[in-house]
């Protein structure tokens, strides 16, 4: 059985960080390709950032340069760092593993408001 489970989400002032974690079981991360995606209130899931298997990185159109993924092999986790928050940037973060299935966790809060 696959599992993603997030962590790391909360209240964080504009222009402040934070990192969200992603640890996986029933699959592994590093021949995975596992992504981030966000929701917020009104609007589409859409894609953050991504990693392939081969270390590939896509980016989203409005996290390019203030938002990097990075994974752990030993500890099978994936990871976001996210720099200049927004208020736009509020949202459920989703991790995400693209294989024969997709799967999804069950998302984090960030609130990005001072």
Known sequence: QVQLVESG????QPGGSLRLSCVASGIVVSISA??????????????VVGISSAGIITYG????????????????????????LKP???AVYYCNARLAYTYWGQGTQVTVSS
């Open 88 to 90: 736009e940037d509020t």
């Open 9 to 12: 989400g909360g209240l964080v």
């Open 34 to 47: 596992m992504n981030w995606y966000r929701q917020a209130p009104g609007k589409e899931r859409e894609l």
């Open 61 to 84: 159109d409005s996290t390019k340069g203030r938002f990097t993924i990075s994974r752990d092999n030993a500890k099978n986790m994936v990871y976001l760092e996210m720099n200049s």
